[in-house]
């Protein structure tokens, strides 16, 4: 409301400034402002290991700017529809989009094992327990201990028990640590 309100009266300087200097651009104003909108936009997202939260944040900061500058505009129609559309992705669609799709966290679990022929293969029905999604496998030896590392990229559900899978991963023979970043 706070961004809308203020996008509102940048406009009606905006439309101002032309009136008062002759030969004054009126979308200088307009264009500094969606900067700073996509600036502190951009500040709502955050990133936690792999995965990225604050996209529907950055896109509603964005769209209340543009609602904003819409109704400074003297476009209240359109102003109005967007806000109409936006209420309705941000409260009538998300029990639709939590009932399509399973929350899930993009993490990398790194597992260092003495060499194991067959780590992976005991590895995968922990994973499919704990119903975590293998995307991608990185495997590095080093000769000089024998050891090996393999970095999965895994998609775990939301409230994932991090702890509990670590260390059944810990009480596979050979392994000798296992991190969850």
């Known amino acids: 409301m706070v961004i809308a309100a203020a996008c509102c009266l940048a406009m009606e300087i905006s439309r101002h400034v032309p009136r008062v200097e002759h030969g004054g651009d009126s979308g200088r104003i307009a264009a500094s402002v969606l900067q700073g909108i996509g600036f502190l936009g951009a500040g709502s997202i955050l990133k936690s290991g792999l995965s990225v939260h604050g996209l529907t944040t ?13 109704a400074g505009s003297g476009l209240l129609i359109h102003a109005a529809v967007l806000a109409v559309l936006v209420g309705i992705g941000l409260v009538a669609l998300e029990p639709l989009e939590l009932a399509l799709t399973r929350r899930r966290e993009m993490r990398r679990i790194v597992i260092e094992s003495k ?11 922990l994973l499919e327990k704990y119903h975590i999604r293998l995307d991608e496998v990185g495997m590095a030896h080093r000769l000089e201990d024998h050891r090996q590392t393999f970095s999965l990229v895994v998609a775990c559900p939301e409230k994932m028990a991090y702890p509990e899978f670590a260390r059944e991963v810990g009480g596979i023979a050979g392994v000798v640590e296992v991190r969850v970043e």
């Not at 060499?115 to 590895?123: A, F, S, T």
Request: proline share 8%; charged share 10%.
């Open 58 to 70: 950055a896109a509603t900061i964005w769209a209340s700017a543009t609602i904003g500058m819409a």
């Open 115 to 125: 060499e194991h022929p067959d780590l992976l293969g005991q590895v995968r029905p």
